[in-house]
T-cell receptor, first 114, second 113 residues
Framework: DTGVSQDPRHKITKRGQNVTFRCDPI?????LYWYRQTLGQGPEFLTY????????KSRLLSDRFSAERPKGSFSTLEIQRTEQGDSAMYLC????????????FGNGTRLTVT | QKEVEQDPGPLSVPEGAIVSLNCTYS??????FMWYRQYSRKGPELLMY????GNKEDGRFTAQVDKSSKYISLFIRDSQPSDSATYLC?????????????FGTGTSLTVIP
């Protein structure tokens, strides 16, 4: 169990640019979540995958956001035409198949849009 | 009303003190309750995971759930400077699909040596 891995740890980009983040979940976990966290707030749900299927998306996930999990393993989160309001920590979490399995988080990607 | 409410603090205590962190929730369907610890610029780390009402103890940490009052607590005994972090409570309903994890805003704790 190497934990949830996210890359990059920090991304600085100019407004209007596209960015892509990667998440590698714990290997045996079939469920993967993306959250966004801003300063002083708890994680806010963005989207959820079970294997390769994206089963749920939050209203927070505007059309500029897209997430994929093509082979049911790693996942990517892309933000197009970034805005300053997109600056936040983007957290990935995974969990196993049991009904009582908790979320395990990675250390996040901190996005700064200038 | 948010699903999970948490006093953001900040909370400052001397080393060795007993710390009490609290959350309330609104959804009576919530069955699972979690506490996460988050250090600055890190992801949340799972501390405690409990089901339904009652207490769960792990070393210096005790999680307590009172479903009748929809109140969840985390107690830290003999607090250490290394406990200085933000503590997030979370809850979920008893279902095996979808997103049912709801987080509080976190309580910032500082333990002073």
């Amino acid at each position: 169990d190497t934990g949830v891995s996210q890359d990059p740890r920090h991304k600085i980009t100019k407004r209007g640019q596209n960015v892509t983040f990667r998440c590698d979940p714990i290997s045996e976990h079939n469920r993967l979540y993306w959250y966004r966290q801003t300063l002083g707030q708890g994680p806010e749900f963005l989207t959820y995958f079970q294997n390769e299927a994206q089963l749920e998306k939050s209203r927070l996930l505007s059309d500029r956001f897209s997430a994929e999990r093509p082979k049911g393993s790693f996942s990517t989160l892309e933000i197009q035409r970034t805005e300053q309001g997109d600056s936040a920590m983007y957290l990935c979490a995974s969990r196993g198949g049991g009904v009582n399995s908790p979320l395990h988080f990675g250390n996040g990607t901190r996005l700064t849009v200038t | 009303q948010k699903e999970v409410e948490q006093d953001p603090g900040p909370l400052s205590v001397p080393e060795g003190a007993i710390v009490s962190l609290n959350c309330t929730y609104s959804n009576s369907a919530f069955q699972y309750f979690m506490w996460y610890r988050q250090y600055s610029r890190k992801g949340p780390e799972l501390l405690m995971y409990t089901y339904s009402s009652g207490n769960k103890e792990d070393g210096r940490f005790t999680a307590q759930v009172d479903k009748s009052s929809k109140y969840i607590s985390l107690f830290i005994r003999d607090s250490q400077p290394s406990d200085s972090a933000t503590y997030l409570c979370a809850s979920r309903a008893n279902s095996n699909t979808g997103n049912q994890f709801y987080f509080g805003t976190g309580t910032s704790l500082t333990v002073i040596p």
